[in-house]
Protein backbone atom coordinates (compact mmCIF):
# COMPACT_ATOMS: atom_id res chain seq x y z
CA UNK A 1 0.00 0.00 0.00
CA UNK A 2 0.77 3.54 -0.40
CA UNK A 3 -0.06 6.83 1.22
CA UNK A 4 0.30 9.69 -0.47
CA UNK A 5 0.27 13.23 1.06
CA UNK A 6 -0.62 15.97 -1.21
CA UNK A 7 -0.75 19.21 0.34
CA UNK A 8 -1.98 18.01 2.95
CA UNK A 9 -4.79 15.87 1.08
CA UNK A 10 -4.21 11.92 2.30
CA UNK A 11 -4.46 9.66 -0.48
CA UNK A 12 -4.43 5.50 0.24
CA UNK A 13 -3.55 3.42 -2.54
CA UNK A 14 -4.09 -0.26 -1.84
CA UNK A 15 -2.78 -2.19 -4.67
CA UNK A 16 -3.19 -5.70 -4.46
CA UNK A 17 -3.46 -6.35 -0.79
CA UNK A 18 -5.08 -8.96 1.66
CA UNK A 19 -6.13 -9.07 5.50
CA UNK A 20 -5.67 -12.93 5.92
CA UNK A 21 -1.80 -13.61 6.91
CA UNK A 22 0.00 -16.30 5.08
CA UNK A 23 2.96 -18.52 5.04
CA UNK A 24 5.03 -15.82 3.31
CA UNK A 25 3.35 -12.35 3.55
CA UNK A 26 1.95 -10.72 7.02
CA UNK A 27 -1.74 -9.27 6.66
CA UNK A 28 -2.37 -5.86 5.83
CA UNK A 29 -2.15 -3.56 8.69
CA UNK A 30 -4.82 -1.02 9.19
CA UNK A 31 -3.60 2.90 9.59
CA UNK A 32 -3.97 4.64 12.49
CA UNK A 33 -5.61 7.66 11.15
CA UNK A 34 -8.41 7.63 8.20
CA UNK A 35 -6.95 9.05 4.44
CA UNK A 36 -9.28 11.69 2.55
CA UNK A 37 -9.58 9.44 -0.15
CA UNK A 38 -9.27 5.52 -0.06
CA UNK A 39 -8.29 4.27 -3.97
CA UNK A 40 -8.91 0.50 -3.23
CA UNK A 41 -8.88 -2.56 -5.37
CA UNK A 42 -12.32 -4.71 -6.47
CA UNK A 43 -10.67 -7.90 -7.85
CA UNK A 44 -13.63 -10.05 -6.13
CA UNK A 45 -15.87 -8.03 -5.57
CA UNK A 46 -18.86 -9.19 -3.26
CA UNK A 47 -17.37 -12.78 -3.59
CA UNK A 48 -16.39 -14.54 -0.17
CA UNK A 49 -13.63 -17.09 0.00
CA UNK A 50 -13.03 -19.93 2.08
CA UNK A 51 -11.73 -20.58 5.01
CA UNK A 52 -7.87 -21.43 4.52
CA UNK A 53 -7.92 -24.41 6.25
CA UNK A 54 -11.00 -25.91 3.62
CA UNK A 55 -8.91 -24.58 1.36
CA UNK A 56 -5.28 -26.51 2.29
CA UNK A 57 -7.47 -29.41 3.03
CA UNK A 58 -9.03 -29.23 -0.49
CA UNK A 59 -6.05 -28.83 -2.35
CA UNK A 60 -3.74 -31.12 -0.51
CA UNK A 61 -6.75 -33.66 -1.31
CA UNK A 62 -6.48 -33.22 -4.92
CA UNK A 63 -2.87 -33.64 -5.06
CA UNK A 64 -2.86 -36.74 -2.82
CA UNK A 65 -5.91 -38.51 -4.79
CA UNK A 66 -4.46 -37.98 -8.19
CA UNK A 67 -1.06 -38.77 -7.43
CA UNK A 68 -2.07 -42.26 -5.52
CA UNK A 69 -4.19 -42.80 -9.17
CA UNK A 70 -0.65 -42.66 -11.06
CA UNK A 71 -1.54 -38.80 -12.71
CA UNK A 72 -0.08 -35.58 -12.53
CA UNK A 73 -1.64 -32.34 -11.31
CA UNK A 74 -0.40 -29.04 -12.70
CA UNK A 75 -1.45 -26.05 -11.23
CA UNK A 76 -0.82 -22.86 -13.62
CA UNK A 77 0.65 -19.87 -10.99
CA UNK A 78 2.54 -16.71 -11.35
CA UNK A 79 6.20 -16.98 -11.09
CA UNK A 80 6.03 -15.22 -7.67
CA UNK A 81 3.96 -14.76 -4.74
CA UNK A 82 1.25 -17.69 -5.04
CA UNK A 83 3.21 -20.42 -6.65
CA UNK A 84 5.88 -19.36 -3.02
CA UNK A 85 2.85 -19.71 -1.34
CA UNK A 86 1.48 -23.31 -2.87
CA UNK A 87 5.33 -24.61 -2.78
CA UNK A 88 5.09 -24.02 1.13
CA UNK A 89 1.92 -25.64 1.53
CA UNK A 90 3.06 -28.76 -0.25
CA UNK A 91 6.29 -29.02 1.83
CA UNK A 92 4.27 -29.14 5.00
CA UNK A 93 2.06 -31.80 3.52
CA UNK A 94 4.63 -33.53 1.86
CA UNK A 95 6.76 -33.80 4.99
CA UNK A 96 4.14 -35.31 6.92
CA UNK A 97 3.37 -38.02 4.16
CA UNK A 98 6.27 -40.05 3.64
CA UNK A 99 4.76 -41.32 0.64
CA UNK A 100 4.44 -38.77 -1.19
CA UNK A 101 8.37 -38.41 -0.41
CA UNK A 102 9.33 -39.53 -3.50
CA UNK A 103 6.93 -37.44 -6.05
CA UNK A 104 8.92 -35.24 -8.02
CA UNK A 105 7.64 -31.40 -7.64
CA UNK A 106 8.40 -29.30 -10.31
CA UNK A 107 8.93 -25.58 -10.61
CA UNK A 108 9.29 -23.50 -13.29
CA UNK A 109 11.16 -20.23 -11.60
CA UNK A 110 14.52 -19.54 -9.73
CA UNK A 111 12.50 -17.76 -7.05
CA UNK A 112 10.93 -20.88 -6.22
CA UNK A 113 14.38 -22.54 -5.24
CA UNK A 114 13.92 -22.44 -1.43
CA UNK A 115 10.45 -22.62 -1.09
CA UNK A 116 10.45 -26.61 -1.07
CA UNK A 117 13.00 -28.93 -0.63
CA UNK A 118 14.01 -31.42 -2.65
CA UNK A 119 12.20 -29.55 -5.74
CA UNK A 120 13.31 -29.28 -9.23
CA UNK A 121 13.80 -27.37 -11.87
CA UNK A 122 11.19 -27.27 -14.95
CA UNK A 123 14.65 -27.96 -17.07
CA UNK A 124 15.10 -31.99 -15.13
CA UNK A 125 11.43 -32.61 -16.19
CA UNK A 126 10.87 -36.10 -16.97
CA UNK A 127 7.65 -37.29 -18.18
CA UNK A 128 7.00 -40.47 -17.07
CA UNK A 129 5.11 -41.59 -13.81
CA UNK A 130 2.92 -38.99 -11.44
CA UNK A 131 4.28 -35.68 -10.57
CA UNK A 132 3.11 -32.21 -9.46
CA UNK A 133 4.58 -29.12 -12.10
CA UNK A 134 3.70 -25.36 -11.40
CA UNK A 135 4.26 -23.36 -14.29
CA UNK A 136 3.04 -20.11 -15.94
CA UNK A 137 1.19 -18.65 -17.07
CA UNK A 138 -1.98 -18.77 -15.07
CA UNK A 139 -4.20 -18.17 -17.35
CA UNK A 140 -3.11 -21.10 -19.71
CA UNK A 141 -3.06 -18.88 -22.30
CA UNK A 142 0.87 -19.46 -23.53
CA UNK A 143 4.02 -21.07 -22.18
CA UNK A 144 4.80 -24.04 -20.35
CA UNK A 145 1.52 -24.26 -18.33
CA UNK A 146 -0.60 -24.50 -21.55
CA UNK A 147 2.12 -26.81 -23.29
CA UNK A 148 1.22 -29.31 -20.43
CA UNK A 149 -2.13 -28.84 -20.35
CA UNK A 150 -2.66 -30.16 -23.81
CA UNK A 151 -0.14 -33.18 -23.18
CA UNK A 152 -2.34 -34.30 -20.18
CA UNK A 153 -5.70 -32.87 -20.87
CA UNK A 154 -7.36 -36.31 -22.34
CA UNK A 155 -6.29 -38.11 -19.78
CA UNK A 156 -8.85 -38.71 -16.71
CA UNK A 157 -6.00 -39.76 -13.97
CA UNK A 158 -4.62 -36.25 -14.51
CA UNK A 159 -5.98 -33.12 -12.83
CA UNK A 160 -5.22 -29.06 -12.78
CA UNK A 161 -6.11 -26.68 -9.94
CA UNK A 162 -6.13 -23.30 -10.57
CA UNK A 163 -5.15 -21.82 -7.85
CA UNK A 164 -6.30 -17.72 -8.19
CA UNK A 165 -7.96 -15.53 -10.34
CA UNK A 166 -8.98 -15.76 -13.95
CA UNK A 167 -9.40 -13.38 -16.02
CA UNK A 168 -12.60 -13.84 -18.66
CA UNK A 169 -11.18 -14.75 -21.93
CA UNK A 170 -8.73 -17.00 -20.76
CA UNK A 171 -8.42 -21.03 -21.08
CA UNK A 172 -8.43 -21.16 -17.15
CA UNK A 173 -11.63 -19.49 -17.53
CA UNK A 174 -13.15 -21.55 -20.06
CA UNK A 175 -12.22 -25.03 -18.06
CA UNK A 176 -14.03 -23.87 -15.20
CA UNK A 177 -17.32 -24.40 -16.32
CA UNK A 178 -15.74 -28.12 -17.31
CA UNK A 179 -16.61 -27.78 -21.28
CA UNK A 180 -16.22 -31.42 -23.15
CA UNK A 181 -13.74 -30.32 -25.47
CA UNK A 182 -11.26 -27.47 -25.36
CA UNK A 183 -9.51 -25.67 -28.61
CA UNK A 184 -5.47 -26.44 -28.97
CA UNK A 185 -3.23 -23.82 -30.19
CA UNK A 186 -2.98 -25.41 -33.45
CA UNK A 187 -6.52 -25.26 -33.60
CA UNK A 188 -7.63 -28.57 -33.41
CA UNK A 189 -9.94 -29.89 -30.50
CA UNK A 190 -9.63 -32.21 -27.66
CA UNK A 191 -12.05 -34.01 -24.91
CA UNK A 192 -10.97 -32.51 -21.69
CA UNK A 193 -11.31 -35.24 -19.12
CA UNK A 194 -8.66 -33.87 -16.36
CA UNK A 195 -10.11 -33.27 -13.38
CA UNK A 196 -10.34 -29.12 -13.14
CA UNK A 197 -10.16 -27.65 -9.79
CA UNK A 198 -11.09 -24.25 -8.72
CA UNK A 199 -9.31 -23.42 -5.43
CA UNK A 200 -8.22 -19.91 -5.00
CA UNK A 201 -5.03 -18.62 -2.38
CA UNK A 202 -5.58 -15.61 -4.91
CA UNK A 203 -3.22 -12.09 -2.95
CA UNK A 204 -6.59 -10.25 -3.42
CA UNK A 205 -8.95 -9.35 -0.91
CA UNK A 206 -12.54 -10.44 -0.63
CA UNK A 207 -15.93 -8.61 0.18
CA UNK A 208 -15.30 -10.07 4.16
CA UNK A 209 -12.27 -8.28 4.03
CA UNK A 210 -12.58 -4.93 2.02
CA UNK A 211 -15.68 -4.03 3.95
CA UNK A 212 -14.43 -4.60 7.02
CA UNK A 213 -11.14 -2.98 6.46
CA UNK A 214 -13.41 -0.10 4.88
CA UNK A 215 -15.03 -0.09 8.18
CA UNK A 216 -12.31 0.39 10.38
CA UNK A 217 -10.76 2.68 7.98
CA UNK A 218 -13.70 4.92 7.48
CA UNK A 219 -12.38 7.41 4.38
CA UNK A 220 -14.54 9.63 3.48
CA UNK A 221 -13.86 9.27 0.18
CA UNK A 222 -14.03 5.42 -1.61
CA UNK A 223 -12.52 5.02 -5.26
CA UNK A 224 -13.14 1.31 -6.65
CA UNK A 225 -10.63 0.19 -9.00
CA UNK A 226 -8.78 -3.02 -10.41
CA UNK A 227 -11.97 -5.28 -10.91
CA UNK A 228 -14.54 -6.35 -13.61
CA UNK A 229 -17.42 -3.96 -14.27
CA UNK A 230 -19.96 -6.43 -12.98
CA UNK A 231 -18.00 -7.26 -9.81
CA UNK A 232 -17.05 -3.14 -9.30
CA UNK A 233 -20.90 -2.52 -9.80
CA UNK A 234 -22.12 -5.40 -7.45
CA UNK A 235 -19.23 -3.84 -5.12
CA UNK A 236 -20.58 -0.70 -4.90
CA UNK A 237 -24.15 -1.20 -4.30
CA UNK A 238 -23.13 -3.67 -1.51
CA UNK A 239 -21.02 -0.18 0.08
CA UNK A 240 -23.42 2.43 -0.60
CA UNK A 241 -26.12 0.36 1.57
CA UNK A 242 -23.04 -0.38 3.95
CA UNK A 243 -21.88 3.18 4.76
CA UNK A 244 -25.90 4.38 4.03
CA UNK A 245 -25.75 6.55 7.53
CA UNK A 246 -22.47 8.27 6.76
CA UNK A 247 -21.37 10.91 4.18
CA UNK A 248 -19.29 8.68 2.46
CA UNK A 249 -18.68 9.28 -1.41
CA UNK A 250 -18.43 6.09 -3.40
CA UNK A 251 -17.04 6.55 -7.12
CA UNK A 252 -16.65 3.13 -9.66
CA UNK A 253 -14.63 4.94 -12.10
CA UNK A 254 -14.13 3.49 -15.75
CA UNK A 255 -11.07 2.82 -17.26
CA UNK A 256 -8.98 6.16 -18.38
CA UNK A 257 -11.78 8.43 -16.25
CA UNK A 258 -10.30 11.36 -14.37
CA UNK A 259 -11.91 11.73 -11.03
CA UNK A 260 -11.50 15.18 -9.64
CA UNK A 261 -11.99 16.26 -6.31
CA UNK A 262 -11.65 19.14 -4.10
CA UNK A 263 -10.43 19.93 -0.96
CA UNK A 264 -10.16 23.06 1.21
CA UNK A 265 -7.67 22.55 3.64
CA UNK A 266 -5.99 24.91 6.02
CA UNK A 267 -2.32 25.79 5.62
CA UNK A 268 -0.45 26.70 9.05
CA UNK A 269 3.05 27.81 9.49
CA UNK A 270 4.82 26.78 12.58
CA UNK A 271 8.04 29.25 13.82
CA UNK A 272 10.97 26.92 14.35
CA UNK A 273 14.18 27.72 15.77
CA UNK A 274 14.83 30.88 17.14
CA UNK A 275 12.08 32.65 16.69
CA UNK A 276 10.15 30.38 18.27
CA UNK A 277 11.55 30.62 21.41
CA UNK A 278 9.40 34.05 22.29
CA UNK A 279 5.62 33.99 21.93
CA UNK A 280 4.59 36.53 19.93
CA UNK A 281 2.22 38.95 21.34
CA UNK A 282 -1.21 39.41 19.42
CA UNK A 283 -0.92 41.45 16.16
CA UNK A 284 2.76 41.29 16.56
CA UNK A 285 4.46 40.65 13.14
CA UNK A 286 6.74 37.61 12.67
CA UNK A 287 10.26 38.14 10.17
CA UNK A 288 11.78 34.88 8.98
CA UNK A 289 11.85 32.69 6.18
CA UNK A 290 8.83 30.81 4.88
CA UNK A 291 9.80 27.13 4.09
CA UNK A 292 7.83 24.57 2.60
CA UNK A 293 8.57 21.19 3.09
CA UNK A 294 6.32 18.40 1.50
CA UNK A 295 3.01 20.11 2.77
CA UNK A 296 4.43 21.30 5.88
CA UNK A 297 4.83 25.27 6.19
CA UNK A 298 7.77 26.40 8.65
CA UNK A 299 8.95 30.20 9.55
CA UNK A 300 12.77 30.36 10.64
CA UNK A 301 15.53 32.93 11.12
CA UNK A 302 17.99 33.20 7.75
CA UNK A 303 20.51 31.76 10.60
CA UNK A 304 18.64 28.68 11.12
CA UNK A 305 18.10 27.51 7.51
CA UNK A 306 21.33 25.65 7.84
CA UNK A 307 20.87 23.47 11.06
CA UNK A 308 17.16 23.05 10.24
CA UNK A 309 17.45 21.97 6.60
CA UNK A 310 20.35 19.89 7.17
CA UNK A 311 22.51 22.63 4.89
CA UNK A 312 26.26 23.01 5.59
CA UNK A 313 27.32 26.34 4.41
CA UNK A 314 31.09 25.94 5.89
CA UNK A 315 33.20 25.05 2.83
CA UNK A 316 30.81 27.99 0.93
CA UNK A 317 31.39 30.60 3.49
CA UNK A 318 34.14 32.05 1.48
CA UNK A 319 33.13 31.36 -2.21
CA UNK A 320 32.72 34.84 -4.39
CA UNK A 321 30.55 33.63 -7.45
CA UNK A 322 29.71 35.42 -10.99
CA UNK A 323 27.34 35.01 -13.09
CA UNK A 324 27.10 37.05 -16.88
CA UNK A 325 24.21 37.06 -18.76
CA UNK A 326 23.21 38.41 -22.05
CA UNK A 327 20.63 40.94 -21.80
CA UNK A 328 20.00 43.84 -23.75
CA UNK A 329 16.52 45.69 -22.02
CA UNK A 330 16.27 48.90 -19.99
CA UNK A 331 17.88 49.11 -16.43
CA UNK A 332 14.36 51.00 -15.12
CA UNK A 333 12.67 47.85 -16.73
CA UNK A 334 15.02 45.35 -14.78
CA UNK A 335 14.49 47.37 -11.59
CA UNK A 336 10.79 47.69 -11.80
CA UNK A 337 10.33 43.80 -12.20
CA UNK A 338 13.02 43.17 -9.28
CA UNK A 339 10.56 45.40 -6.97
CA UNK A 340 7.58 42.75 -7.79
CA UNK A 341 9.58 40.13 -6.07
CA UNK A 342 12.04 41.24 -3.66
CA UNK A 343 11.27 44.19 -0.99
CA UNK A 344 14.88 45.49 -0.37
CA UNK A 345 16.09 45.90 -4.18
CA UNK A 346 18.12 49.75 -3.86
CA UNK A 347 20.55 51.37 -7.09
CA UNK A 348 24.29 51.51 -6.28
CA UNK A 349 26.31 54.73 -6.06
CA UNK A 350 27.64 55.23 -9.65
CA UNK A 351 31.22 55.42 -8.22
CA UNK A 352 30.86 52.09 -7.17
CA UNK A 353 29.73 50.45 -10.52
CA UNK A 354 30.81 51.91 -14.29
CA UNK A 355 27.18 51.81 -15.24
CA UNK A 356 23.83 50.86 -13.20
CA UNK A 357 23.73 48.72 -10.64
CA UNK A 358 21.31 47.33 -7.69
CA UNK A 359 21.69 45.30 -4.59
CA UNK A 360 19.10 42.83 -4.26
CA UNK A 361 17.88 41.90 -0.99
CA UNK A 362 21.04 42.83 0.52
CA UNK A 363 22.92 39.86 -0.64
CA UNK A 364 23.20 40.22 -4.49
CA UNK A 365 24.56 42.69 -6.95
CA UNK A 366 23.43 42.96 -10.71
CA UNK A 367 25.86 45.21 -12.61
CA UNK A 368 25.37 46.19 -15.96
CA UNK A 369 28.73 45.29 -18.09
CA UNK A 370 27.59 46.58 -20.82
CA UNK A 371 24.79 47.58 -23.31
CA UNK A 372 24.62 43.41 -24.04
CA UNK A 373 25.36 42.02 -20.77
CA UNK A 374 24.78 42.25 -17.34
CA UNK A 375 26.51 40.39 -14.37
CA UNK A 376 25.20 39.11 -11.17
CA UNK A 377 27.76 38.52 -7.86
CA UNK A 378 27.21 37.27 -4.31
CA UNK A 379 28.96 35.26 -1.68
CA UNK A 380 27.74 31.78 -1.62
CA UNK A 381 25.23 30.54 0.96
CA UNK A 382 21.88 29.13 0.79
CA UNK A 383 19.59 32.27 1.01
CA UNK A 384 21.79 34.15 -1.43
CA UNK A 385 22.41 30.96 -3.58
CA UNK A 386 18.05 30.91 -3.85
CA UNK A 387 18.21 34.84 -4.60
CA UNK A 388 20.15 34.66 -7.82
CA UNK A 389 18.31 31.26 -8.77
CA UNK A 390 15.42 33.73 -8.77
CA UNK A 391 16.98 37.11 -9.91
CA UNK A 392 18.43 34.67 -13.14
CA UNK A 393 15.08 33.37 -13.84
CA UNK A 394 13.76 36.68 -13.92
CA UNK A 395 16.28 37.88 -16.31
CA UNK A 396 15.61 35.33 -18.74
CA UNK A 397 12.28 35.80 -18.67
CA UNK A 398 12.41 39.19 -19.65
CA UNK A 399 15.02 38.67 -22.50
CA UNK A 400 12.32 36.37 -23.79
CA UNK A 401 10.01 39.34 -23.80
CA UNK A 402 12.33 42.11 -25.32
CA UNK A 403 11.56 41.16 -28.99
CA UNK A 404 7.77 41.39 -28.56
CA UNK A 405 8.38 44.77 -26.68
CA UNK A 406 10.56 45.98 -29.92
CA UNK A 407 7.95 45.13 -32.07
CA UNK A 408 5.10 46.58 -30.54
CA UNK A 409 7.40 49.91 -30.32
CA UNK A 410 8.18 50.05 -33.81
CA UNK A 411 4.47 49.45 -34.83
CA UNK A 412 3.78 52.52 -32.51
CA UNK A 413 6.35 54.77 -34.07
CA UNK A 414 5.37 53.93 -37.67
CA UNK A 415 1.40 54.88 -36.57
CA UNK A 416 2.17 58.14 -35.25
CA UNK A 417 4.27 59.27 -38.33
CA UNK A 418 1.24 58.02 -40.31
CA UNK A 419 -1.00 60.52 -37.85
CA UNK A 420 1.36 63.16 -38.49
Known sequence: MFMVDIAGVYVLYSGDYSREEDRHLCAAEILQFSPDICIIESTYGVQLHQPRNVRERRFT?????????GGCVLIPAFALGRAQELLLILDEYRSNHPKLHNIPIYHASPACKKS???SKSIENFNDVGPSVVMA???GLQSGLSRQLFEMWCSDKKNACVIPGYVVEGTLAKTIINEPKEVTLMNGLSDPLNMQVHYISFSAHADFAQTSTFLKELMPPNIILAHGEANEVGRLKRKLIIQFANRNTKIISPKNCQSVEMHFNSEKMEKTIGRLAEKTPEVGEAVSGLLVKKASTYQIMAPDDLHAFLQLSTATTANISQRITIAYTGAS???????KQIFKSVDSLPDEESEGPAFRVHERLTVKYESQK??????RSDPISDMV???VLALVLNISREIPKVVVESEEATKTEEENK
Do not use: A, F, M, Y
Not at 61 to 69: E, F, K, R, Y
Not at 332 to 338: C, E, Q, Y
Not at 373 to 378: A, E, P
Open 116 to 118: ISP
Open 332 to 338: GVLKHRL
Open 136 to 138: SLS
Open 373 to 378: HISLHW
Open 388 to 390: SDS
Open 61 to 69: DVIHLTISQ
